[in-house]
């Protein structure tokens, strides 16, 4: 049994890779709304803990389309790189460079379609011993059955497959080092939590 290697926020980064208006249409192995939201928190998680962060999209002049608007919106000066061709995000070089420069060695990788654009990513980073955690609800494909076939492949690597939620818990460690920040993150993105977190307000507000 390997040991636990546990995400650290002060030694990970988050790849952002292909979340394009036309490929988000090809995503059918979870629904629309619920995956986009997981996008976006995904998104707003590396914020909060302030992790660096990379964008990447593959040819947007073609059907692959423009990156999401709130993503850009979210890392206003975020290393943004479209690449002109390349299919695997690690073929290019100025992406390489970004994942590089930030001195990290645990990335936190999410996208747009998962047995692509986040399994050959992962793989190529694996290969070059970091440390490669796919938040599997953040990226979507086109059915159950490429999804599954993907994930396989790349835990089978030694990449670690968690949620969006599973990756702010590790990174947090202790609600004690933020209650209302965390609370927070979490009701805008899971409504029940919300539930929670009013709870909690009113309890400590007696």
């Known amino acids: ?26 995503v059918r192995d979870i629904q629309p709304d619920t ?19 990379i964008l990447t999209t593959s040819f947007e002049d073609g059907p692959n389309g ?10 206003p ?30 990335l936190i990788i999410a996208g747009v379609v998962t047995e692509v654009c986040v399994a050959f990513p992962t793989l190529s980073a694996l290969a070059e011993e970091f440390e490669v955690f796919v938040v599997t609800d953040a990226s979507g494909t086109f059915n159950e059955m490429t999804r599954d076939a993907a994930l396989d492949r790349m835990s089978n690597a030694g ?9 702010a818990c590790e990174l947090h460690r202790d609600w004690r080092n933020d209650i209302e920040g965390l609370g927070t993150l979490f009701s805008n993105h ?3 939590y919300r539930n929670l977190m009013n709870s909690y307000a009113t309890l400590m507000s007696k």
Request: glycine share 4%.
């Open 66 to 75: 423009p990156l999401v608007p709130e993503l850009k919106e979210t890392f």
């Open 159 to 167: 990449a670690q497959l968690m949620t969006w939620f599973g990756v």
């Open 35 to 53: 995956f986009k939201n997981n996008v976006l928190a995904l998104a707003d998680l590396a914020k909060y803990f302030n992790l660096p962060t």
């Open 190 to 192: 899971i409504p029940d």
């Open 77 to 106: 000066d975020a290393p943004y790189i479209a690449r002109p061709g390349q299919i695997n995000a690690w073929d290019n070089e100025d992406f390489v460079n970004a994942v590089k420069a930030t001195g990290k060695k645990q």
């Open 1 to 26: 049994m390997k040991d636990y290697a546990r995400l650290d926020k002060n030694n990970a980064a988050v790849l952002l890779v292909d979340h394009q208006t036309g490929l988000l249409s090809l």
